[in-house]
């Protein structure tokens, strides 16, 4: 079987489409952006014949059995959507949606249409992130104790809509793949504001802060994941990763990015001293390019920890086999909704707030 993609949105989407040329399962590939001089000049480079202005135009053509959205945050709930509707297939860059209520209409929008939504989460299909599994299943880690995570980069200059986004909307890169390694929800969280936007930052979600952190409480266990989110008005350089933690050993992220991670082995105690000794090492995760079609391994040597591949992999397997993909809409949901309470806690002064439970782990 071979299914024909639609690629919308061509700055992020430019290096996903040639991804989908690659790929052995898909036939045609087709590109749409609402700029017509940015779809004609990254068609021409990519070879793509087949380019249509809009979405709607696009989904009016007969045949094309899957769209890759990669359009701006707010149009995200709508377009998926107006896809599953269309009976195709549906692919959304993060994040699912920034409304509790879209998210519910997301599930039942992928419910109704049964054809397959997939938000394409970067930070679980990650070299790092592999790393982190393997070392969890090999037993390296211990018993899971502790997470971290981080998403701190300064979005002056970016298109004006990102001004005043609220940081934990985007939580998704810092906390699923806490979320993804403990195979759980989060249950409640509690979150502050730190630094309120000044006037030039204040955007269409109205006032809100630089930076958030929060605690989520996730659900079954004991555990917690302590994340920060930054947007605005923070002295720092671009960190987006996560660290995790067992009671044998650990896995962390660098401080700045590029560098190595570290790996922490707990040793014996020795007698009469106080404190476990720790082993450090430096560790560059591989990757795992083996899980990959031939044609695609080139592309892992890419940016977000080379995971564009793996997720057009999953994307297009999962419709070919006829199966949910990785980060259905209940797993994309469970990831998302976290950050949108987190949100409505730093509104509300760091107030507790309950997460929907989407029945997916
Ligand atoms: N690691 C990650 O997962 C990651 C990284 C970067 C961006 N993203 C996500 O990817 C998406 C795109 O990000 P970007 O940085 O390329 O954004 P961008 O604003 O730079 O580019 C968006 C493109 O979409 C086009 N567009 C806008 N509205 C459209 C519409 N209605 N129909 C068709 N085309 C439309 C624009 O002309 C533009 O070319 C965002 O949702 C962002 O959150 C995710």
């Not at 599930?107 to 109704?112: G, L, M, N, V």
């Not at 560098?259 to 591989?286: H, I, W, Y």
């Not at 591949?309 to 949901?333: K, M, Q, W, Y």
Request: proline share 7%; hydrophobic share 40%.
């Amino acid at each position: 079987m071979s299914i024909d993609v639609i690629v919308v949105g061509l700055g992020f989407g430019a290096d996903f489409a040639p991804i989908y040329q690659a790929h052995p399962d898909v036939g045609r590939v087709a590109v749409v952006d609402a700029d017509p001089a940015r779809t004609t000049a990254v068609a021409d480079r990519l070879g793509i014949a087949v380019r249509f202005p809009s979405l709607d135009e696009a989904l009016a053509a007969p045949g094309w059995d899957a769209v890759h959205l990669l359009t701006p945050v707010r149009f995200h709930a709508e377009q998926v959507q107006q896809v599953l509707r269309s009976g195709r297939h549906c692919a959304s860059a993060v994040p699912m949606a920034t409304t509790l209520e879209d998210l519910d209409a997301l599930i039942a929008a992928q419910d109704d249409a049964q054809r397959n939504y997939m938000m394409m989460e970067t930070a679980v299909y990650s070299r790092e992130f592999f790393h982190a599994l393997s070392l969890l299943e090999s037993g390296k880690l211990g018993r899971l104790a502790y997470f971290k995570g981080d998403h701190l980069q300064n979005l002056d200059g970016f298109p004006d809509y990102w001004r005043g986004y609220p940081p934990m909307h985007y939580v998704t890169h810092a906390l699923s793949p806490a979320l993804a390694l403990a195979n759980t929800r989060v249950e409640s969280v509690r979150c502050l504001g730190s630094s309120k936007l000044t006037p030039d930052h204040i955007g269409v979600a109205g006032e809100g802060f630089g930076t958030e952190a929060a605690l989520f409480k996730l659900a079954g266990d004991d555990l917690v994941a302590n994340v920060t989110m930054s947007f605005f008005q923070l002295g720092r350089s671009y960190l987006e990763g996560f660290s995790v933690y067992g009671d044998e050993g650990g896995l962390e992220w660098p401080q700045l990015e590029g560098g190595p991670m570290k790996e922490f082995k707990l040793e014996q105690l020795p007698d009469g001293r106080r404190g476990r000794p720790v082993t450090e090492a430096d560790v560059r995760p591989p990757g795992a390019p083996e899980l990959l079609p031939e044609a695609l391994k080139r592309f892992a040597d890419g940016g977000h920890g080379g995971s564009h591949p793996h997720l057009v992999h999953e994307f297009v397997s999962s419709i070919v086999e006829n199966r949910r993909p990785r980060v259905d809409a209940r797993t994309a949901a469970t990831w998302t909704a976290p950050g949108i309470c987190a949100h409505q806690s730093a509104l509300q002064g760091g107030a507790e707030i309950q997460v929907p439970d989407y029945g997916a782990r």
